[in-house]
T-cell receptor
Framework: DTGVSQDPRHKITKRGQNVTFRCDPI?????LYWYRQTLGQGPEFLTY????????KSRLLSDRFSAERPKGSFSTLEIQRTEQGDSAMYLC??????????????FGPGTRLTVL | SQQGEEDPQALSIQEGENATMNCSYK?????LQWYRQNSGRGLVHLIL?????REKHSGRLRVTLDTSKKSSSLLITASRAADTASYFC???????????FGTGTRLQVFP
């Protein structure tokens, strides 16, 4: 079963360092989403792509955050100059192409970031 | 920011009992979805209900939607210890693909 995969699963970094996470969606899905989840809260939307185009970005995504999906397949999320407030679980999801009646999103296991 | 809130925040029941959790949201929606999240595992999609539907069933799950009250409920019948998880509602609007999640209900089912 080739579901959504994320790498790494855990990342511990020091404040001020840059980190990059990778997400590989389900192969036939052309939509890819990033969410952030802090302890005890539901996931919060960050951004999403259709193929390689970034269609929407949340105001939560500060200038230190950048996401790419260069070939419309895998995506990377980079956080520059990390802060302790960036500590969270970063979730990736993908969904099927347009034409479906609704949009069920399939989530990966997440990358847990701890900023010391 | 979260779309709305879920109630209760935490629920503890015995195996075999039914569990009901409620979700309220703030804006008009295209559909509402429920997800389950176990510790150490990702979010798993459970069921989707469209804005023009009032009730939907899937196995032991029953979802209702009241768009006039901007609320939904999830009923899990004959609960099992394996149902122990956090449950989130998520809404999808007409003009965007993003999901807006609620704050979640932590369900504990004791054997």
């Amino acid at each position: 079963d080739t579901g959504v995969s994320q790498d790494p699963r855990h990342k511990i970094t020091k404040r001020g360092q840059n980190v990059t996470f990778r997400c590989d969606p389900i192969s036939e899905h052309n939509r890819l989403y990033w969410y952030r989840q802090t302890l005890g809260q539901g996931p919060e939307f960050l951004t999403y792509f259709q193929n390689e185009a970034q269609l929407e970005k949340s105001r939560l995504l500060s200038d230190r955050f950048s996401a790419e999906r260069p070939k419309g397949s895998f995506s990377t999320l980079e956080i520059q100059r990390t802060e302790q407030g960036d500590s969270a679980m970063y979730l990736c999801a993908s969904s099927s192409p347009p034409g479906r009646e609704y949009n069920e999103q399939f989530f990966g296991p997440g990358t847990r970031l701890t900023v010391l | 920011s979260q779309q709305g809130e879920e109630d209760p925040q935490a629920l503890s029941i015995q195996e075999g009992e039914n569990a009901t959790m409620n979700c309220s949201y703030k804006t008009s929606i295209n559909n509402l979805q429920w997800y389950r999240q176990n510790s150490g595992r990702g979010l798993v999609h459970l069921i989707l209900i469209r804005s023009n539907e009032r009730e939907k069933h899937s196995g032991r799950l029953r979802v209702t939607l009241d768009t006039s009250k901007k609320s939904s409920s999830l009923l899990i019948t004959a609960s099992r210890a394996a149902d122990t998880a956090s449950y989130f509602c998520a809404t999808a609007s007409y003009n965007t693909d993003k999901l807006i999640f609620g704050t979640g209900t932590r369900l504990q089912v004791f054997p």
